[in-house]
């Protein structure tokens, strides 16, 4: 772990309990005296305190100096990602924080399941934990657009990410691109892109959708 987040770090003085406690003080078996770094995820600071004290349930943290220190992705990458069963998405979203995917826009496509539900906040306790063990010292962002037409009035010059003989690592500006669910895009969803801004990779494979995202985040971003 190369941080442990806290909302409040940069305060004065923390108290830490709960499994951030457990993880301290009974897998680490961090001592009273010991200094340990955390980060908030908001301000790229990295914070160090001291541990002033421990209890059964509780240690008592004290803040001796910070640094700003940013680890962040050189390149940023929206990705477009047509809704997937959330089981699947929860098991692909820490590859696509360390690769470093600055931002994931949810998208309820023609071939989405109506009945998958996205829990905002889940996803957000998997990214913390992510972030804790690769670095990263900002968490990716979460959106949500209402079809692939709402996505592109925003991101205008999206990539598509289909089957085509323009290679995904031949196009260069790729800022924002939109993957499909299981069934790809319906023909007046891809009928929103021109010819050119519709890129695929090099293998007769298909891919599953998450798959495909974590590819074309590593083609682009690593």
Known sequence: MQFLYNKEAGKESLIVEGESYKYLFKVRRIKSGSIIELRNLKDNNLY?????????????????????????PKKELIIGWCIIDPKVIEKALP???EIGVSKIIFIKCAY??????????RLE???INSSQQCGRSSLMQIDFANSIYDFLTKYPSSYLLDFS??????????????????????KDE??????????????????RSESAAISVAAKVLI
Do not use: M, W
């Open 48 to 72: 160090f305190y001291r541990v002033v004290s421990v209890d059964k349930k509780s240690a008592t943290l004290n803040l001796i100096s910070y640094e700003q220190k940013e680890v962040s």
């Open 95 to 97: 590859s696509l924080n």
């Open 112 to 121: 989405s399941q109506a009945n998958f539900k996205i829990n905002i906040d």
């Open 125 to 127: 306790k998997i990214l």
């Open 165 to 186: 003989n323009n290679r995904v690592d031949k196009a260069l500006d790729i800022n924002s691109i939109v993957v499909g669910c299981e069934g790809g895009l319906s």
């Open 190 to 207: 891809r009928a929103l892109f021109k010819k050119e801004k519709i890129v695929g990779f090099d293998t007769p494979l298909i891919l």
